[in-house]
């Protein structure tokens, strides 16, 4: 009976020591681990990060259908989307403007094709759409500022 009292102990307190020192291993891991801040090229000025967006995804835009290196555009195009969206979405003097509305457009526009048809390039009335509310969009920030 004692026997089997004090091996009923134990296993209770090995596995709650157990639990302790995962739990201790998982906040030291978590805790000691350098925390790594997402790279941005946004610089918090919405005026020049618009225009800067605008001229960049532009180039995707005009980069040809033939281009050796149309992924990599696309990539860092879709890396500058996700970055401008996610810096000013969020900020209520800018996202109520009528240039980051029409900015908004676009990228959903060019993101979206991005992503359901990766393989396949940037059709001629998605350009010509891409084009004008880009330019929009320019015009209005600098209106605005």
Do not use: C
Request: hydrophobic share 40%; charged share 25%.
């Amino acid at each position: 009976m004692l026997l089997k009292w004090t091996s009923k102990l134990i296993l209770k307190n090995l596995s709650k020591a157990t639990s302790f020192i995962l739990s201790l291993i998982v906040v030291f891991t978590l805790f000691n681990s350098p925390s790594l801040a997402a790279k941005t090229s946004m610089t918090g000025d919405y005026a020049k990060d618009t225009i800067s967006v605008v001229k960049s995804l532009q180039s995707a835009v005009d980069t040809p259908k033939d281009s050796p290196n149309k992924n990599e555009v696309r990539d860092e195009a879709l890396t500058l989307i996700t970055d401008y969206i996610s810096r000013y979405r969020n900020r209520g003097m800018v996202n109520k403007t009528q240039s980051f509305t029409t900015m908004q457009t676009a990228l959903n526009a060019m993101a979206g094709h991005y992503k359901n048809f990766a393989t396949r390039p940037l059709p001629d009335k998605l350009k010509e759409r891409l084009t004008k509310e880009f330019s929009l969009a320019e015009k209005m920030v600098l209106r605005e500022s």
